[in-house]
């Protein structure tokens, strides 16, 4: 029943967005479906001002037409006019990659919520501030962008690390920073200080690359209190109190080494809880201390003994003075990873178009980037084209003519076989040789079919036969000796000479096909490799070894070889078809060559000669 709710749901929105469009300067929209409830195990309650990673990439979104930096994104809630504020983490056009974090006014675990994502627009109306995409309890988020400064927060609260640190482009979520003795430091700041009891969320993306038997990964203290997350045999925990007795949690699961892991602790008044990938690992009896001193990432302000820095990579540090609930990190321990599961709770459906702003097709847009890529095309690669062209002009201009001719003579060789069957179970119209071919056939078609007969190359075939016995019959050698072998074999030999004569003209022009086929493909692959050459010589001669000076020179060359398949892959189709109906054709004219051969052998038979001296000329005797 619930499967049944839910896709109803999901149709009546579809149906809802497929009709209302949010502003008309956009010219793609695409529907977002967050759908926990079904996806998440145990997901039981409902989340409001949720902020969710929505991941795009080649395969569910069009990066060529939205704006560069991903300017033109604007996310609307399903009432199609509330605009929900995001902040772009990363957004790489060349690597069709982007990271958007989108503040969702509910989630609800009983039905789907849609979102839906506007782009491919030069309008600036719309946009909101970035750190608008964090509800008001979230103190610190760290996506550690920085390269080279330090690492800047991405709420309102705009805190930010004294340090710089080194990051990877291979995070979990974008970049990350690498641990590995040198700690993070965040300075104590108003939005960050922790009163005694303290609710809070702190919550991270943690990859060790190695064995931790007692290694801080956070650390927040001073000469009273300390509150430190560690890992004790590659099991989280938490350490907090006072200096003098502090309580550690006891260690639950272990994480995997060189492998991401969530890691979320949970301060609720008098019990501290730590989750392991959004379930559950081990709590504390103990609660938040007073704390207003600088937070560390990867180590403690002052050597301990036994306690090492976490060595590692750390991603998406997120910090709250709220008890964030089980279902709000479930979610972003499901959400946020690469999983399958991740997929299907935010899911990104495909390119929706409206018809009132002319907006082009997704084949379309794919068609206008040749129009881009032939900007960058040399003059080499031009000269291939151009050829291309030619051969693609001369080659099917040959097939239209070959499809029309081939077309009108089927339909007369259709109505001369039809009319063959009449005449050749009919001694008599047979015997009519003292008349011509057509007159013959006029009497038995109509002007239509008639048309159609000349055309026909049987019919031609016919005509060479019919005036070899009227030549014969003219001689009176053909009432007199009948039809010899001799005569029947030069009566052939003629037929056979119209066949060759008709079999050529079928076959006129497809020549340029041939050379289509066989030609277009290498002039192509000439232009590619001269386009490639000049390329890497230019790319030499410059220095410049950077994607974006190699890809447009390689697209415009490659670009060459594509014009040499255009031409030779429709070719080579036209011309096995055209071929095969040639055969067709050939193998009919063979066919009447034959039966007419027999049934005018079979007409007028061989006699024999006995000389008369009375009548003085020979008098005929049947030979039977």
């Known amino acids: 029943m619930f499967k049944i709710a839910t896709l109803l749901t999901i149709l009546t929105s579809s149906f809802a967005a497929a009709n209302e469009w949010w502003n008309d300067s956009w010219t793609q929209k695409q529907q977002i479906i967050l759908n926990p409830g079904q996806h998440i195990e145990g997901f039981s309650s409902d989340l409001s001002q949720k902020t969710v990673l929505i991941r795009l ?48 006014p509910n989630l609800s675990s009983k039905k789907t919520t849609t979102i839906n994502l506007y782009y491919g627009s030069s309008d600036a109306s719309g946009k909101t501030e970035s750190f608008d995409a964090y509800d008001d309890a979230t103190r610190l988020q760290f996506d550690f962008l920085s390269q080279g400064e ?24 974008g970049s990350s920073v690498k641990l590995a003795g040198d700690p993070i430091v965040i300075p104590s700041s108003e939005s960050l200080n922790w009163s005694d009891g303290q609710k809070l969320t702190v919550s991270f993306w943690i990859k060790p690359t190695q064995s931790h038997e007692n290694a801080v990964i956070l650390s927040r203290e001073n000469a009273q209190a300390i509150f430190r997350v560690k890992l004790i045999a590659d099991a989280p925990v938490v350490e907090v109190g006072n200096r003098a007795a502090t309580t550690t949690s006891t260690a639950g699961k272990k994480i995997p080494i060189n492998s991401w892991s969530h890691i979320a602790v949970v301060a609720q008044g008098e019990k501290i809880t730590t989750y392991i990938d959004g379930v559950e690992s081990s709590s504390i009896n103990a609660k938040t201390p007073l704390l207003d001193s600088s937070i560390l990432l990867g180590g403690v302000e002052s050597a301990t003994n036994g306690v090492l820095p976490y060595t590692g990579e750390l991603d998406a540090l997120t910090l709250a003075d709220v008890d964030r609930s089980v279902d709000w990190i479930k979610f972003d321990a499901i959400a946020q990873g690469p999983s399958e599961v991740a997929q299907r709770v935010v899911s990104v459906q495909q390119s929706d178009e409206e018809g009132q702003g002319g907006h082009a097709s997704e084949a379309l847009e794919h068609v206008m980037l040749f129009g881009d890529i032939a900007k960058n095309m040399m003059f080499d690669g031009w000269i291939a084209v151009g050829v ?46 003292d008349e011509d071919p057509e007159v013959l056939l006029e009497n038995l078609a109509d002007e239509k079919d008639m048309a159609a007969i000349r055309k026909s190359p049987i019919f031609h075939v016919f005509s060479i036969g019919f005036k070899e016995l009227k030549n014969r019959s003219e001689e009176e050698l053909l009432f007199v000796t009948g039809l010899t072998e001799r005569s029947i074999n030069a009566i052939k030999a003629s037929l056979d000479t119209g066949l060759a004569r008709e079999q050529k003209k079928l076959g006129k ?14 002039v192509g692959l000439l232009g590619t490799v001269v386009g490639v050459m000049i390329t890497f010589a230019i790319i030499a001669k410059s220095g410049e070894v950077d994607v974006n000076s190699i890809a ?73």
Request: charged share 20%.
């Open 57 to 104: 990439h080649e395969g569910n979104f069009n990066f060529a037409v939205a704006a560069d930096q991903g300017s033109d994104l604007r996310f609307i809630a399903d009432d199609g006019k509330t605009v929900l504020p995001h902040s772009i983490e990363r957004y790489d056009a060349l690597l069709y990659e982007a990271l958007v974090w989108v503040k969702v």
């Open 150 to 173: 330090p690492f800047k927060d991405s709420t309102k609260h705009q805190n930010r690390s004294s340090n710089r640190g080194v990051t990877s482009n291979a995070g979990i979520i």
């Open 388 to 433: 291309c062209l030619i051969m693609i002009v001369f080659g099917w201009s040959v097939a239209v003519r070959k499809f029309r001719y081939l077309n009108s003579i089927d339909q007369g060789t259709q109505s001369f076989v039809r009319l063959w069957s009449q005449i050749s179970a009919d001694k008599k119209l047979l015997r009519s040789i």
């Open 509 to 522: 022009g497809l020549i340029y096909l041939t050379i289509s086929i066989a030609g277009g493909p290498y």
């Open 552 to 624: 447009p020179g390689i697209a415009s060359a490659l670009l060459a070889t594509v014009a040499g398949l255009v031409v030779a892959i429709p070719a080579l189709f036209i011309y096995s078809y055209l071929n095969s109906r040639i055969k067709d054709t050939v193998i009919e004219m063979r066919v009447f060559i034959e039966e007419y051969v027999a049934r005018i052998a079979e007409l007028f038979p061989e006699k024999a000669i006995d000389p008369s001296p009375q009548s003085g000329r020979p008098s005929e005797v049947g030979k039977e």
